[in-house]
C-alpha cells in the first residue's frame, strides 16, 4: 500500500477555485486552477471540482492513493458535521452534501471548511502566526472575516459559526450592516464601507482618482484603486481610509481585552495593497482601545490567498490523525 | 497521612471577607465571615485572612491537613504566574506576593484567582453552566466583569487577563468608561451607568422614589432601589433601565456571535435584584443582535455569592490533581 503522504488543499471562489497538492510539509507539489463556473448548478460544479483535483494530481505526479485527505474551503456558511454547503455568494451551490460527494467520487477523506477559518488556520501553520497559541484572525474585505485559534486550535463553537467577529457592534445604532444589524466592524470598517464614502467622494469631486477610474460605481472600487487615490494625496480620501481603519482597531482592541491573544494577524486585499498606509493606523487605535497594558503583536497575514490553500489542507490532514 | 478531603474557597470582597470550607462535592462544612480591615496594610490583612481560615476550619471541624488546598478570589487584577496581588479597590493590599506568604503561613497550596473568573468557573461547576462546555458569564454591576469557559477550561489567555467583556467597545466615541475609553459595554450597561441618569432624573423631578431614597447622591444608588423605583410605575426609570438592558444585549449578541458559545449566563446584583425586568429586556436585544441563528440559552447565574467560593475552591483543587 502506498505511503498517504501528499494533501489536497481546495480553495473555491467566486471567480476561481484553485486545488494544489501539497507534502507533509505543505510545500506545493502541483497545482490546478479554472474559472468558477457560472449558472452550474450543484451535480456540474462537483463535477468541475472534480476534474480540477485530478488534473492538479497529474501535475504533482501523484497518485489517488498517496491522498491522505482533500481539505475544502468554501467562502460561505456551511454544516460542518453534516459535510453540507448551505449557500456561497458567486457560486451555483446550496444545501449541498458536498463532503460526501466528492468523498464518493474521489473514495478520499473531505473535510469541509469556512475559508476565513481555512485562512486564520494556514497563517498559524506556516505563516504569520506560526509560534502562536492564541491567534485572532482578522480578515478586512468585501466584508471582515474572522478566525479564532485558542490553544492551538482552530475554535468553532456550538454550531460551528464562532469568529464572526465582522459582526460585533462597535457602533450601537451606527451604519446598517449586510447582516440588518447596525453599526457592526463589517459596516464600519471592510473595503465596503470605505468603497461608500469613496464614491460618495467622487460624486462630490473631492476624489478625481477614483471619479477617473471608477465612475460613481461602488461595484469597481478595488483595494488598488484605494491605494492610487492615497498616492495621488487626496486627503478626502486618507480621511476615509484613517476612519474605517481606526474603526477596525476599535474591534481589534476589544478582541484583545476579551481574548488577551498573543498575536493578532490581518489579512485580506486592503491590508495587501494598502500595507503600511492601513496598518499603522490601525495598530495605533487598537493599542488606544484596549484596556489590557498589552504589547501584543499585530502582524500582517504573509500567505496571501496561499492561506486558505494551506489552512484547508492542514486541518483535513490533521482530522485524519 | 489524613486524605486530602478539604479545600477552601475565600472571598475578598471590598465590604466582607468569607472564608468557606467545601467538600469533594463542594458542600460546605464551615464558614467564617469578617469585616475586611480598613487601613490595615498588606501585612496585617494576611493576618486577618489566617485567622480567618482557621476559624473557617473550627466552624468545619477540620484540620488543616486535611486542606487540599485554598483558593482565593480577589477583586481586581493579579499576576497569576507570579502569585501577585497587584491592587484591589477597597482592600488595604497592593502589590504584594499573597500566594506565597499564605502558603508559608499555612503551609498548603494556595491559587489566587480574578473574582469574576472564580465566579463564571463557580457556576460552571455547581451552578447555572453545570453542562455546558463554552461559556460567556457577565456580571453587571459597578463594572462590568467577564469570564470565558472554553472546552470545560477557564480561558486566560496571555497574560491572564482575557475575559474582560466589560471594555468591549460597543458605542465607539460614547459615554467615557472608568478605564479611560468610549463607549465600553461597562460605559452604558453597568450599574453605574443606570445610577448616572437616575440621579440626573431625580435631580429633574422625575424619580420620586431615586429623590426621596437617595437624593442626588450617585453612590447611594443601589439596585433594590432601581427595583423599587420601577416598580412604583416611574417611566423615566423602566426607560434608563431598559435602555442599559438593550446595551448589555449589543454586547452578549457580539459575544455570542464571536464565541457561538453553549450558554451565557448574567449574574451580579442587577439580575439578583431585578430579575426578569431586567433580563427580559437583556435576552430580547441580545437575540436581536446575534447574526448566528442560534437558540443559546441565556441564564441568570444561579449561585449568588457562593459561585465565587465554588469557583475559587474549584479552581486551585483541579490543579493540584
Chains 1, 2 share one sequence.
Not at 510545500?27 to 448548478?41: D, F, L, M, S, W
Not at 488598488?224 to 484613517?242: D, F, N, S, T
Not at 482592541?253 to 490581518?266: A, C, H, N
Not at 495593497?273 to 495598530?283: M, R
Amino acid at each position: 500500500m502506498a505511503e498517504k503522504n501528499r494533501v489536497i488543499g481546495f480553495d473555491m471562489g467566486g471567480t476561481k477555485m484553485l486545488a494544489v497538492v501539497l507534502d507533509e510539509k505543505y510545500e506545493p507539489c502541483g497545482q490546478a486552477k479554472v474559472r468558477t463556473p457560472v449558472g452550474a448548478g450543484n451535480k456540474e460544479t462537483l463535477e468541475a471540482i472534480v476534474s480540477l483535483i485530478h488534473e492538479a494530481l497529474d501535475e504533482a505526479d501523484a497518485k489517488t492513493k498517496q491522498l491522505a485527505a482533500i481539505g475544502i474551503a468554501v467562502p460561505g456558511p456551511i454544516d460542518r458535521e453534516a459535510g453540507r454547503v448551505i449557500s456561497m455568494p458567486n457560486v451555483d451551490m446550496q444545501d449541498y452534501a458536498l463532503r460526501d460527494k466528492l468523498e464518493e467520487a474521489i473514495g478520499v477523506p473531505v473535510v469541509l471548511e469556512n475559508d476565513v477559518n481555512a485562512g486564520t488556520y494556514g497563517e498559524f501553520v506556516a505563516g504569520a502566526a506560526k509560534d502562536a497559541e492564541n491567534v485572532i484572525g482578522v480578515f478586512p474585505g468585501t466584508g471582515v472575516g474572522g478566525g479564532i485559534i485558542i490553544d492551538g486550535t482552530l475554535y468553532r463553537g456550538r454550531t460551528g459559526s464562532a469568529g464572526e467577529v465582522g459582526h460585533m457592534i462597535v457602533d450601537a445604532g451606527g451604519w446598517r450592516c449586510g447582516c440588518g444589524k447596525y453599526g457592526c466592524l463589517e459596516a464600519v470598517a471592510s473595503k465596503t464601507a470605505i468603497a461608500k464614502d469613496l464614491v460618495h467622494l467622487a460624486m462630490k469631486g473631492q476624489s478625481p482618482t477614483v471619479l477617473e477610474k471608477a465612475g460613481t460605481d461602488i461595484a469597481k472600487i478595488k483595494s488598488k484603486l484605494i491605494r492610487q487615490a492615497m498616492e495621488a494625496g487626496e486627503k478626502p480620501v486618507v480621511e476615509v481610509v484613517e476612519r474605517a481603519a481606526w474603526y477596525l482597531g476599535v474591534g481589534l482592541g476589544s478582541l484583545v481585552d476579551i481574548f488577551d491573544p498573543d498575536l493578532v494577524i490581518v489579512g485580506g486585499g486592503l491590508v495587501e495593497k494598502l500595507g503600511d498606509l492601513y496598518l499603522k493606523p490601525v495598530e495605533k487605535s487598537m493599542r488606544a482601545h484596549s484596556m489590557i497594558d498589552s504589547d501584543v503583536g499585530l502582524v500582517a497575514a504573509s500567505l496571501g490567498d496561499d492561506s486558505v490553500i494551506v489552512g484547508s489542507a492542514a486541518l483535513a490532514w490533521r482530522e485524519q490523525e
